[in-house]
């Protein structure tokens, strides 16, 4: 049985990112005996810290959760991207339309939980549009979906903490890592590494991951300026601000952290601070009955997504008391969060490494030289269509405020490509249908 596309359903409570935070979210909420709907636009749950290889195991704690989610009564509906989020006129709190199997499916909602992740952020050089340049977590997706890059030459550059399980991964998988390059300072990383003496796990991990590709240079305080070929990636130049080389490679992996996906949010206007969703200690939002958790509210890593996520269940499921007692344990992940923000924050410099004739928009090819750094966003996108194409902004936009130190712009419907019957939709012209509890789609 499945929830048919063109149906309403209707839910006490929607939970939008099947990610780590999503999870625990769905499962406190139906453990609570409310009707409880998880969206989410992947194939399956997880979300990418928890993607893996076709015919290998979860981590533990992943199928430990997902494990948890399925007996809990959440209907799961995977393959569902999330068009719209608004309020409703009359009965449920909230609408939600969504295309699923290229149909409409609206959901009705008293409550909304949103945990909807991150994206990468790219910062453009020149060169980097080249075949063979791709993100750092896009290398990860990859190795995880199944391609192998054995015997492939690779360079990984960028920013944070995930460089080093992706550079662990790939040589485990048999690339030839030429260098990682760690944009901060060595004094940041260094300073941030040692206030995880209280975190003796995290620390762990990382040196884990370090011995992954103990041969390979870890070289703070650098970046990529260049990526050379013709038609296809073959090297790429690094600095450190003073002097510059040339490595041969045959993959970069380069980005600079990670941006919250805050764009349902702010469709219904919920308040956003320094590019995050602002959330109280219950993880509620500016606007009643909406609820945040995850890298949504700030890039924090799985242990934080998980535990946010569960406070957010547990007060959208009306249980606040319940979730007093995970309080604490939240705070400390999210003191090493800021901790690791502050260390890894992209430098002045990158702002400089683009050329005028560096394309930084991909989908209407804009070059940096075309935007005027006295214009807003929305100049740019009139004068340009920078921001216009089909990513709407996932990829220039970040790269964009960051480059010009613009504020993010206004979002609006749709919320993802969509189909014009799914634009269509609503709870008025779509024939009602039932809810199928526990169902795994």
């Keep these: ?5 063109g149906t309403v359903l209707e839910a006490d409570v929607v939970v939008i990112g099947a990610g780590p935070a999503g999870i625990a979210a769905a499962a406190r909420i139906a453990e609570a005996g409310l009707r409880t709907v998880l969206l989410d636009e992947s194939a399956n749950v997880g979300g990418q810290i928890w993607r893996h290889r076709p015919g290998t195991a979860h981590p533990r704690a992943a199928r430990d959760w997902i494990d948890r989610l399925v007996l809990s009564g959440a209907t799961i ?31 009705a909602a008293m409550s909304v ?4 992740g991150a994206r990468e952020r790219f910062l453009p050089f020149p060169g980097w549009t080249l075949p063979g340049v791709i993100g750092v977590g896009g290398a990860q997706a990859l190795l995880k979906s199944g391609l192998s890059f054995a015997g492939k030459r690779v360079v990984i550059a960028g920013s944070g903490p995930l460089l080093l399980p992706v550079a662990a991964a790939l040589a485990g998988d048999g690339a030839q890592i030429a260098l990682v390059a760690e944009q901060a300072p060595r004094g940041s990383v260094m300073r941030f590494a040692a206030s995880l003496w209280r975190k003796p796990a995290a620390l762990l991990q990382a040196a884990r991951y370090r011995a992954g590709f103990l041969r390979t240079p870890y070289q703070t305080g650098s970046w990529v300026t260049t ?7 073959d090297a790429v130049t690094v600095t450190d601000g003073r002097t510059s080389r040339r490595i041969p490679c045959d993959f970069l992996c380069s980005a600079y952290g990670l941006v919250p996906n805050t764009q ?17 200690e219950r ?5 009643p009955f909406v609820f945040c958790a995850g890298e949504t509210t700030g890039v924090g890593g799985v242990d934080l997504a998980l535990v946010e996520g569960e406070i957010a269940g547990l007060c959208a499921a009306g249980r606040s008391a319940d979730a007093r007692v995970l ?35 991909r989908c209407e090819d804009v070059a940096f030289g075309a935007i005027g750094a006295s214009w807003t966003t929305r100049q740019a996108k009139l004068y340009t269509r920078a921001g216009m194409g089909p990513c709407q902004g996932r990829v220039c936009g970040a790269a964009l405020e960051f480059l010009f130190d613009w504020p993010a712009d206004a979002v609006r419907t749709p919320a993802e490509p969509a189909l014009l019957s799914t634009l269509l939709a609503d709870a008025g012209n779509v024939a009602a249908g039932p809810l199928h509890q526990g169902v795994f789609q």
């Design 1 to 5: 049985m499945s929830a048919h596309a």
């Design 77 to 107: 509906l995977c393959g569902t991207a999330v068009v719209d989020l608004r309020p409703a006129a009359e009965g449920a709190r909230f609408v939600i339309t969504a295309e699923r199997d290229n149909a409409p499916l609206v959901v």
């Design 113 to 116: 939980v949103l945990a909807t």
């Design 227 to 233: 990526a050379h070929g013709d038609g296809q990636l």
């Design 264 to 280: 349902l949010a702010r469709l219904l206007n919920c308040d956003v601070a320094a590019g995050s969703v602002v959330v109280n």
């Design 283 to 287: 993880q509620e939002t500016s606007r």
């Design 327 to 361: 309080h604490r344990r939240r705070a400390g992940l999210r003191a090493m969060a800021e901790a690791m923000e502050l260390a890894f924050a992209p430098r002045n410099e990158l702002r400089g490494v683009a050329t005028p004739g560096t394309i930084v928009c």
